[in-house]
């Protein structure tokens, strides 16, 4: 619970609406006590020919009193119960976007969703529903049993005699239900990751006759999920029937000695029936408390998961120093990385640019040459040496203002669902006008297909640009790079995927973005990169050579040798 707590205490939640919400319930719980007195006045005091009009007046009108409170008060706890999900929602989602990529390697994009989702969802229901109803359900419980003692000690005491027994009852059960609330909401996660990541690669699945194989493993996830719930089931079944037959016995055992009373002149007719009505008011809270501390299990493990989230650190980037990248020198130094200990992906990888150079980077596959990338955008720290800009490690520089500078074009595509305009102005830091939009989308050789378009930059493209053809699609990243106007470009293999056609407008695209740039290329088709300044080969993690084209054909035997098969297919 105090984790719970802890959770709430950070969030900025309108306490006042709970406050005022929770007061108009429980004025709501007090018109309900009021309700059986009154009745018992008005049954009483009522003979066949002389009906007390007055006592019904009042019933009415504190009916018409709950009724009133009891919706205001029920919707300020559900706006309430809204705002907080709405808060712990947006600190969730910030914190998400702000973690390293690190923790989405480790961890499915679905099962986050679900956290942020279906485990806000659950808290939600606990503190505007299930809490505010256990409050007044159990001020109605107490002051119930306090009135019906002051009525009558021996029916109420007959009465009392069942609460042990549900206590005793519903312990254990209470337990086994919190252990398989936890065990239902993983699964849930677990399938709703693997679904996310299934439906995203549904091309894929099809294409190669994937559709039973997933539907196989989906079901093995869907009958766990099942079996979970059915024995969740199981135990709500067995709980509720015994509960609910333990009070009708209870009702039936009290009625029965009530009329017994009456009949002997002990107990007037008109408490009898306070004393039912009074006993109802006891009865709903205890079938409403198994569901609450259910509920209260279900959200102590989501609190449990969104705090393991919320203890992850996010990304180090916040510092002072921003620093203009133009005409500075980037160098690597002794630079190693590992993604597993033990298992090291670079080795002492050196390498320096020069102020509006092209240096490459070529290589078998798995050689690190994308790594090498992803630790210069800084989605990975270096675990040994340093890469340096000027005189400066780029860990020290503040990571937003080395991001905006930086303009990165991989083979794979970044494009959002939503329209081209969307995407070409994604991530930059003001509003551009539509003529420079289309200058951007001309550099790039993409205006022609855009005002092929009927609704041109207003064109819808669907999910991850499924409606553009690759070269389209890469097209367009390229214009994205353009008016983001970065000082350092690097680009990982942007030819590879696409047709002679396609390769040759992008690459046409390409030497115009690199111009008074300092440029990074990863790529396999070495015609792309000859005259490049500086070529370094990458093998194994580390660089077994460097130089000019020129130089590494005449010392360099792999790289003669990949430049010679790829001449002569």
Not at 177 to 190: D, F, I, N, S, V
Not at 355 to 366: D, E, K, T, Y
């Amino acid at each position: 619970m105090k984790d719970f707590f802890r959770l709430l205490k950070g969030l900025e939640l309108k306490k006042s609406l709970f406050v005022i919400g929770l007061s108009f319930s429980l004025i709501t719980s007090a018109a309900n006590l009021v309700l059986p007195l009154l009745t018992k006045d008005l049954v009483d005091t009522s003979k066949w020919d002389n009906f007390n009009y007055q006592s019904m007046v009042i019933i009415v009108v504190v009916f018409i009193v709950q009724l009133l409170l009891g919706t205001v008060g029920g919707y300020l706890l559900r706006y309430f119960g809204e705002n907080v999900v709405k808060s712990l929602r947006e600190q969730l989602w910030a914190h998400l976007l702000q973690l390293p990529v690190s923790y989405f390697d480790e961890n499915k994009a679905g099962e986050s969703s679900s956290r942020l989702v279906n485990d806000t969802g659950v808290i939600k229901d606990l503190i505007a529903s299930q809490f505010p109803n256990f409050i007044t359900g159990a001020i109605q419980l107490l002051f119930s049993l306090v009135i019906l003692f002051v009525m009558d000690w021996q029916m109420a005491t007959l009465m009392f005699t069942i609460v042990p027994v549900v206590v005793l009852i519903f312990l254990p059960v209470g337990r086994m239900m919190a252990r398989l609330g936890r065990k239902l909401q993983a699964a849930t996660a677990e399938f709703n990751g693997d679904v996310s990541e299934k439906l995203t690669e549904i091309r894929l699945i099809k294409a190669s006759n994937g559709e039973q194989l997933e539907e196989r493993q989906g079901n093995k996830l869907i009958k766990k999920i099942f079996h979970i719930g059915v024995i969740d089931a199981r135990v709500e079944a067995i709980l509720q029937p015994i509960m609910t037959t333990l009070m009708m016995g209870a009702f039936a055992g009290i009625l029965a000695f009530g009329l017994i009373r009456v009949a002997q002149g002990t107990l007037s007719s008109g408490s009898l029936v306070a004393f039912l009505l009074y006993l109802f008011n006891v009865i709903a809270p205890f079938a409403n408390f198994a569901t609450f501390f259910s509920q209260v299990q279900k959200a102590l493990g989501s609190t449990e998961r969104i705090q393991q989230i919320l203890q992850i650190k996010p990304e180090k980037g916040r510092s002072q120093l921003c620093l203009d990248l133009d005409h500075q020198l980037l160098t690597a130094e002794n630079v190693q990385f590992s993604y597993e200990e033990n298992e090291p992906v670079l080795q002492s990888i050196s390498f320096s640019a020069q102020p509006n150079s092209v240096v490459a980077f070529v290589g078998p596959s798995g050689g690190g040459k994308s790594t090498i990338f992803a630790l210069l955008e800084r989605f990975y720290q270096p675990t040994g040496g340093k890469m340096m800009v000027g005189q400066h490690d780029i860990q020290e520089i503040d990571l937003s203002d080395w991001r905006a500078q930086i303009g990165y074009v991989s083979q794979n595509s970044a494009i959002f669902s939503g329209t081209i305009r969307d995407n070409l102005l994604y991530g930059l830091p003001h509003e551009l006008s539509d003529q420079e939009l289309w200058t951007g989308l001309k550099l790039a050789y993409a205006d022609q297909f855009v005002k092929e378009f009927p609704a041109q930059m207003e064109t819808e493209i669907g999910e991850r640009g499924i409606k553009l053809s690759g070269g389209q699609k890469q097209r367009l990243t390229i214009a994205r790079a353009f008016l983001r106007n970065p000082k350092i470009l690097m680009l990982d293999e942007a030819t590879a995927s696409l047709d002679s056609e396609s390769e040759r407008k992008v690459q046409q695209a390409l030497d115009q973005l690199m111009v008074n740039r300092t440029t990074l290329v990863i790529a396999h088709r070495l015609s792309t990169i000859v005259n490049a300044d500086q070529i370094y080969f990458i093998e194994h993690g580390k660089i077994t050579g460097h130089g000019t084209h020129h130089e590494l054909m005449k010392t360099h035997a792999l790289y003669a040798k990949y430049v010679t098969e790829q001449m002569v297919d």
